[in-house]
């Protein structure tokens, strides 16, 4: 029983030991940044524990880069990233290069037809329909499936996934630390040789994705038009997986023109944490990564979101429990009241301690979860701060509204008091110290604050601003961003007749911001 009485002491400790070694001096010693000629930024992160690394290579180009009648390419080409090389996943590539080629003027044939408004020949049409496919199966001959994945599982890989949403892209894995130089190679080598290989193939698969995520999924639905209507001019009105009619048009090519735009190294920044001493590997990181061609960072600038006048509603009549959700604009994620936010998001949905779980899951007990966010559906460009509630059977959209409503009320006219400002203060450097506790998580964080602020120190600092918030900051913030005016609300309302299996079934216990695709 001995061990037990100093549990909590050694817990302490550790916590303690844990924050010292997490400080930005510490960090500083292990860190080694390095910008190529042609513009691609290497971060490094020595950190010894285990053979093992993880890195995370961010592309700073996302949906809101999706080009009109093209919504869903950056998706799209995210996909195309793991089929390979001109050397991987292909028997002979000097014969599988013409055979691309002919399916994509294969291809332009059968859309200048389908797309005519005028005069289309159906027969002609089911003619260049066929050719196109047939196309297809002459290209898939050279095809090997799947063999860039295999070749970084058979060398342990770990974890091998890739994700996107509204601002960016992002590729990553684990290795053993002795595979370095192989992943540095086929990390560079399918941005310097891509092949847009199996394309529609792929395509099909993502169509499936928006099937299952939107348009069979009450919550998919709402998001998309939620997001619709709260945007009507930014293009985080449009969603990451795309409009099916751009899915069912645009072509490798266009993928192929989407990374050529995008993907230059002055766009990417590439983070290595774990087992890995920066004197030996870094040059071997410049070797295969320098071999990208240098090229201007894209113009990424967007239509400004004309200010909000009136509120907006949006309302599905769903075979599913009801869902309310409410979003006021705010500014982007360099806004000098961004740490305030971070605040607010704290002190109303931290755990169980927080304002709306205690007002409506706990203490009133008419929703099953709670909570209050920002970053719907990005964080790059000015963006929503968002409240959401999930109301118990028997209660209504409205009640849960309302109750969301007094409790931003409170934060409009009452100070938060010592101990709330205390503690969420407390939390975020806990929360700090989480995130960079595996490899995965600290390139995660490293890569994502050099690529938004152009140093990774600016993580550490991020909580230093949160130390800086007071509470008259919480309360003239709440009163400048959640007015009427500024709301956009999405609603799903239970239609009558519904299954109460399906009632249960459909039972959601996280954020509704479901905005990326992977």
């Not at 109303?348 to 966010?373: H, P, Q």
Request: glycine letters at 6%.
């Amino acid at each position: 029983m001995k061990h037990r009485i100093f549990r909590p002491l050694a817990i302490v400790l550790l916590l303690t030991a844990l924050a010292a070694a997490q400080d930005v001096a510490s960090f500083e010693k292990r860190i080694t940044v390095k910008h190529l000629p042609n513009g691609l930024t290497l971060l490094i992160c020595e950190r010894p524990e285990a053979p093992v690394f993880s890195f995370f290579t961010l592309v700073d180009a996302g949906s809101a880069q999706d080009p009109m009648r093209q919504t869903g390419l950056a998706h799209m080409f995210e996909h195309m990233a793991f089929k390979g090389t001109d050397k991987i996943g292909t028997t002979d590539y000097a014969a599988e290069k013409p055979a691309l080629e002919k399916v994509e003027t294969a291809y332009a044939a059968y859309i200048r037809e389908r797309d005519k408004e005028v005069g289309r020949d159906e027969a002609k049409l089911k003619e260049l329909e066929k050719a196109w496919k047939d196309a297809i199966v002459a290209a898939d001959k050279y095809v090997v499936p799947n063999q860039f994945g295999k070749i970084v599982e058979q060398s342990g890989g770990q974890d091998l996934n890739a994700s996107t949403d509204y601002d960016e892209t992002d590729y990553h894995y684990s290795l053993p630390s002795n595979r370095l130089e192989l992943w540095a190679y086929l990390e560079s080598d399918r941005f310097l040789h891509p092949v847009m290989r199996e394309f529609y193939k792929e395509r099909n698969v993502v169509i499936e994705e928006r099937r299952l995520r939107t348009d069979s999924n009450p919550i998919g639905r709402l998001l998309e038009q939620f997001d619709a209507a709260a945007f009507e001019a930014h293009p985080y009105h449009r969603p990451t997986i795309g409009w099916m009619s751009d899915l069912n048009t645009f072509s490798a090519s266009d993928a192929k023109k989407f990374f050529d735009t995008y993907y230059v190294p002055a766009n990417i920044v590439v983070a290595v944490a774990g087992d890995v001493k920066a004197a030996r590997v870094m040059p071997v990181l410049e070797k295969y990564f320098d071999r990208l061609p240098a090229s201007h960072k894209p113009d990424e600038t967007t239509t400004t979101e004309p200010p909000q006048n009136s509120e907006r509603k949006v309302t599905l009549m769903e075979q599913s429990q009801p869902l309310y959700l409410e979003g006021y604009h705010r500014p982007d994620y360099k806004s000098k009241d961004d740490a305030v936010y971070d605040a607010i998001t704290d002190l109303m949905s931290e755990g169980r301690t927080s304002r709306l779980y205690r007002a409506l899951v706990r203490d009133k007990k008419i929703a099953s979860f709670s909570a209050g966010f920002s970053g719907l559906p990005g964080t790059k460009y000015p963006h929503l701060f968002a409240f959401y509630a999930f109301p118990l059977p028997g209660h209504t959209t409205q009640e849960v509204a309302d109750a969301i409503h007094v409790e931003i009320d409170r934060l409009k006219k009452e100070d938060i008091s010592d101990d709330e400002l205390k503690m969420i203060k407390t939390r975020s450097k806990a929360n700090l110290i989480r995130s960079l506790g595996d490899n995965e998580g600290l390139a995660t964080q490293l890569a994502t604050y050099q690529t938004r602020y152009g140093d990774w120190r600016e993580l550490f600092r991020s909580v230093d601003r949160i130390d800086k918030v007071t509470k008259a900051d919480i309360r003239r913030v709440a009163n400048e961003t959640f007015n009427d005016t500024n709301r956009t609300v999405g609603v799903i309302e239970t239609s009558k007749g519904a299954a109460q299996g399906d009632e249960q079934g459909s039972r959601h216990q996280g954020s509704p911001d479901d905005g990326g695709a992977e």
